[in-house]
Structure formats: C-alpha cells, structure tokens
C-alpha cells in the first residue's frame, strides 16, 4: 500500500479547475468499486493477497472522498475525518493479519486463476485512472501526490500477480500469505501515521481556539 496516499488531507484548498474535480469523482467509483469486487472475491478465492489489496482501494477511496467533501469544510473537521480513515485502514490491516495467520495455519490453497484475473482487473482500474490524472501530474502537491498514489498503487497489483503465480506454481498458499503479510504491515503503517498526524492535528487546533 502506498503512503502517499495515506496521508491526511492537507491544508491545500481544491482548485478551482471542475475537469480535476470530475477526474476525482471517477477515481472515487472506479476505487469503491474495485474494494467490493476484491473483497468478495478474496473471500470467494481463499486468497488474502486480493484482500490486502482490496484494502488498499478502500484507502485510496477514503483520500478521493476526503479531498471531494471535506476539504471546504473547517480544518478540525478534515483532522477528524482522517483520523476515522486512519482506524478504518488500520482495521483492515488487523483483519488482513489475522485471516492470513489463519489460512496459514490450515494450509489452505487459494484459487491462483481468480486471484489473477482480479489483479489483472485491478491493474488496468489503477492504470485508468492513473491515465486520468495523468494531465494533473505537474499541478500543486497534491495533485501530484494523488497521481503518483495511483501510479504506485499498480506495483501492488503486480505483486498480487506474482502471488498467483507463485501458487500456481508451487500449489501452496505461501506465496499469497507473504504478499498479503507485506501489504497488511504496510497498510497499518500508513493507518499509524495517518492517526499520528490527525491527532497532532487536533492538538494543535485545540490549543490555538483555547
């Protein structure tokens, strides 16, 4: 999971340009979308990677929706909204540890053809939308924070690929457990920061109205 995309907010105001704001709105269907098409399908599949990834998504989702509806809104308001983000994703990443531990311990092997046919799909989602921001790439940080999010977001999709095709290959669901693992720590590393800097945040908001 990327870290870029895993941070609050910001205090940039949305620009004014409604082609950017279009952009983002589809970026936040094709997102929501692709979380619900992995997590049933991680759970159909038996495959924890595809769940790991479907996180990432969800993460992604949070930072569009965030960026869309809070921004114009007070800055305690913003802190507020990344701090639940923050626990939403760290969540996740409890429950992408626990269900990898889990399909560890019963040895169970997952279905390598869905798992990369989803991460195929979830490739080209990325690569779509990475395509749409493509024309933003060079505007202020944030625009080009969320561009490259996306852009790297498609280097988990590759290693969900991988991960079929290391179970493909060797009929186990290591390969799967260990891409879901790195993922899952990365995930609530991000989840962390992300709590660190809306409580900072509020902190801080607290004292200057006190």
């Known amino acids: 999971m990327s870290s870029c ?4 907010s910001g205090s940039q105001p949305l620009p004014p340009d409604n082609r950017y704001r279009k952009v983002l709105w589809v970026a936040l269907f094709v997102n929501f979308a692709m979380f619900g098409v992995e997590l049933v399908s991680s759970f159909a599949a038996g495959s924890v990677s595809l769940l790991a990834d479907s996180v990432d998504f969800l993460g992604d989702a949070g930072n569009y929706a965030v960026t869309l509806f809070v921004l114009g809104m ?9 701090y639940a983000k923050g626990v939403v994703m760290g969540a996740f990443g409890v429950l992408v540890l626990a269900r990898a531990m889990w399909i560890g311990l019963s040895s169970h092997v997952p279905e390598a053809q869905t798992m990369g046919v989803v991460s195929l799909l979830a490739f080209a989602a990325n690569a779509s939308v990475a395509w749409l921001l493509y024309a933003f790439r060079n505007g202020d940080a944030n625009m080009r924070s969320v561009w490259l999010c996306t852009r790297n977001d498609m280097i988990g999709n590759l290693a969900v690929m991988l991960a079929a095709l290391g179970v493909f ?20 590393s991000a989840a962390r920061d992300v709590i660190g800097r809306a409580r900072s945040e509020m902190r801080s908001l607290t004292i200057s109205m006190s």
């Open 74 to 82: 007070a800055a305690v308001w913003r802190s507020r909204a990344a």
């Open 5 to 8: 995309c895993s941070g609050s």
């Open 169 to 188: 290959g060797t009929n186990s669901g290591w390969p799967d457990i260990a891409v879901a693992s790195v993922m899952a720590v990365l995930g609530l």
